[in-house]
C-alpha cells in the first residue's frame, strides 16, 4: 500500500483528527506498510504537508492543530491494500525522500532523545545509542551524533555539555569514569545531525547559518524539553526536532537472556 493510501486509511478507519505520530503508529500496528523506515512519523507528516501545500482545498486532508490532521472527505477510504510495482515503489520512495528532507532540514536541532537510561548502554570506547522514532521502525544507532547533552540524577539535571570535536556517546563514555561517574544515571541529548530513511545520520554543513529568532527558539526548546516548567504546556516554538525512544543494545538483551537461561538451568538442576 502506498504512504499516503495507508495515511488515509487509518483516517478513515479512526474517524477522527490526529496527530501524525499516532498516525504513523496505527501505519505499524495494522500492517498497512510493510517498510516504513527509519523515521515513520517525519514520512506521514511530510506526506500530508506535501499535499496540502500541491493541492490546496483539493488535498485529501485539512490541518486542525499542531501536527494534527483530519480526512476532508470521508468518502476517500481505500477498501483494500493497493498493489503496487517495483518501479512505483521506488519513484515513491523519491518523492518521499524529498519530502522528508524538507522537513527535517528545518531547525537547528534534528534529532533528540529524552530521559534514556545509562543502563541500557554497552559501554565502550565507542558506544552505540541505538533508539527508534516509532515502537516497530528502523532502529537507529546514533554513536556518532553531535550536538548538546545533560546528565541527570533521577529527574534532576546534574550536568550539561557539548560535543562537536569529539561525538556525545564518546563524552558519554568519558564521564561513567570522571568526577561525574557515580552521580548519573539517565541523560539527554540534542543533535545536530538528522536521520535519513535508512537509518543514516545526515553529514553537518562545515558552516551553519541560523537567524537571531531560530537560535533563540533552539535555545528555548532545549530548556522547556529538558527541565520540563511546569508552566510550560508545550514544546518550545518552531522546534522540528525529531524525538527517538530509547532502545536497549542488542549485545545487553542478548547477555541477558543467556542470564536469564543460565538461572533456569540452575533451578532445574537444583530440583
Do not use: C
Not at 528532507?101 to 532523545?113: L, P, S
Amino acid at each position: 500500500m502506498k504512504w499516503i493510501d495507508a495515511i488515509i486509511k487509518v483516517l478513515q478507519e479512526e474517524g477522527k483528527s490526529m496527530h501524525y505520530e499516532e498516525i504513523a503508529q496505527k501505519i505499524l500496528d495494522k500492517n498497512f506498510r510493510t517498510k516504513v523506515g527509519a523515521t515513520p512519523a517525519a514520512t506521514v507528516v511530510s506526506i500530508i504537508t506535501t499535499d496540502i501545500n500541491q493541492k490546496k482545498e483539493e488535498s485529501a486532508f485539512i490541518r486542525v492543530g499542531l501536527g494534527e490532521y483530519f480526512l476532508r472527505h470521508s468518502t476517500q477510504v481505500i477498501i483494500s491494500p493497493e498493489v503496487v510495482s517495483a518501479e512505483e515503489e521506488i519513484e515513491e520512495q523519491k518523492k518521499i525522500d524529498e519530502a522528508v528532507k524538507e522537513f527535517t532540514d528545518q531547525g537547528i536541532i534534528k534529532t533528540f532523545g529524552m530521559y534514556w537510561s545509562r543502563d541500557y548502554i554497552l559501554w565502550k570506547n565507542n558506544p552505540t545509542l541505538y533508539g527508534a522514532e516509532q515502537r516497530g521502525s528502523t532502529p537507529v544507532n546514533f554513536g556518532s551524533q553531535i550536538g548538546i547533552y545533560l546528565l541527570h540524577d533521577g529527574r534532576d539535571v546534574i550536568y550539561i555539555g557539548q560535543a562537536l570535536e569529539q561525538s556525545i556517546a564518546q563524552r558519554l563514555y568519558q564521564h561513567t569514569s570522571d568526577r561525574l561517574g557515580g552521580r548519573w544515571n539517565r541523560f539527554s541529548w540534542f543533535g545536530l545531525r538528522g536521520v535519513k530513511q535508512n537509518g543514516i545520520l545526515t553529514d553537518i554543513a562545515s558552516q551553519l547559518t541560523t537567524s537571531l529568532s531560530e537560535l533563540t527558539n533552539t535555545l528555548e526548546a532545549i530548556l522547556v524539553e529538558a527541565l520540563e516548567p511546569r508552566q510550560n504546556r508545550k514544546r518550545g516554538n518552531m522546534f522540528y526536532g525529531l524525538e527517538f525512544i530509547q532502545e536497549k543494545d542488542p549485545e545487553l538483551s542478548k547477555r541477558d537472556m543467556v542470564s536469564l537461561l543460565d538461572d533456569m538451568k540452575e533451578q532445574l538442576i537444583k530440583r
